[in-house]
């Protein structure tokens, strides 16, 4: 059956486009603006957080391994169930502007997971960092 009617898309705040099309992007919109508010969220706790405070530290790397695990997993399934379709769509009959737009939010894409290493990373070693005063001390008794 071809659909030919065309969905309202809605628009979030943070979202660079939602032209309205045959398919209900609602999830994909909802998704990307959650992403876009824990990563606001994290960079003020990280922001607010002392060096020391390594209880809040392993809260916030527990935290961050989750969403990082979810936004890979939401990736993952754009790259391989939704870019095929779009680059293919433009093909058939979008312009060279269009395909330009894809490559450059594909990209993006292969730039996420080292960025999401690489916090990782930091919070795991905020988490594991010893104070000045909790550091063993050599050579006192």
Known sequence: ??????????????????PDGPVDLTPMFLMHH?????LTAFAGAVRGTPVADRETWRALDLRWRRFAEVLHHHHSGEDHYIWPELIRAVDRGGSPEDRATLEAMEAEH???????????????TLAQRRTRRSAPRSGRT
């Open 34 to 38: 959650a992403f876009r508010r824990d």
């Open 1 to 18: 059956m071809t659909r030919t009617s065309t969905q309202g898309q809605l628009t979030l705040p943070g979202q660079a486009a939602a």
């Open 110 to 124: 292969a730039d996420i997971d080292p960025m999401l290493e690489a916090c990782a990373r930091g919070f795991a």
